[in-house]
């Protein structure tokens, strides 16, 4: 199918390893540009010259999410670069589990002002691109522990405030034709990521997590960027304020 992606400007933030690489190679794949930022600029220079072989025009910055002045600046050069914004991804997370205000403070700064402050620097550039295209896109990744808790832990409480402000934001920019959607994944694995180091260092968890999905697997990366480039994408033009959960049905929530 074609998204009806190509030549579209897209910023993903978290964007070299796990479902932040799959989201910048998936929108590579239809033809879009992509701008990736995360903290190791190793990994950010080998995730650029991966997509730029793909054909397409690539950038990326070594961007600490948590300082807002310095992903504003990055997010306002890469626009330049681009020739604009269509598409913004906010998938980077600190994955804190604690309940102690440490805890708190890496998935407030991160997970949620991290957002706030993409989308204060992208919407000048998506409100041109929604007016000139009829559509653009902010899609958030979170997590289906917006919606369950075992224990007190910041890390749930924290995606759900996500989804709240996505729908406020959807409501609030749909008449500048930009749309405002959520992916909450289940469990995910892939090398070098959480449930890899669980499995190694945390077997009895890992192996109850399993147990517990339906699917007897974790999802992979590609299927949770498949979903968020689907939702950013033209195809899924009347989609907003949606929260699309791909767990696999590890939870037993009902959505209406």
């Known amino acids: 199918m074609d998204l009806g992606l190509k030549g579209k400007n897209a910023v993903v ?3 070299t390893r796990g479902i932040g690489r799959a989201i910048a190679a998936t929108l590579a794949g239809e033809g879009a540009n992509v701008a990736v930022c995360a903290r190791n600029a190793d990994q950010v220079a080998t995730t650029v010259g991966e997509l730029k072989a793909s054909g397409i025009r690539a950038t990326g910055g070594a961007v600490d999410v948590t300082d807002g002045a310095a992903l504003k600046s990055w997010i306002e050069a890469a626009a330049k670069e681009l020739g604009g914004i269509d598409l913004l991804f906010s998938n980077a997370g600190a994955m804190a589990q604690g309940h102690d205000p440490a805890s708190w403070e890496q998935n407030f700064r991160l997970d949620l002002l991290g957002a ?3 989308f204060d620097a992208a919407r000048p550039f998506l409100e041109t691109g929604g007016a000139g295209s009829g559509d653009a896109a902010f899609v958030i990744i979170s997590s289906i522990s917006a919606a369950q808790a075992d224990t007190a832990s910041s890390y749930g409480p924290i995606k759900a405030a996500l989804i709240h402000m996505a729908k406020g934001l959807a409501r609030q920019y749909a008449k500048k034709k930009i749309r405002i959607n959520v ?9 070098g990521g959480v449930w890899e180091m669980i499995e190694k260092n945390m077997p009895e968890r890992y192996q109850d997590a399993m147990k517990r999905n339906p699917t007897g697997r974790m999802a992979t990366p590609q299927e949770i960027a498949s979903a968020a480039v689907f939702l950013a994408s033209p195809v899924s033009g009347f989609t907003t304020g949606s929260n699309l959960v791909v767990d696999g049905a590890i939870s037993n929530r009902v959505n209406f």
């Open 116 to 118: 706030v402050h993409a």
């Open 183 to 191: 992916v909450s994944p289940g469990t995910v694995y892939f090398k």
């Open 13 to 15: 933030l978290g964007g």
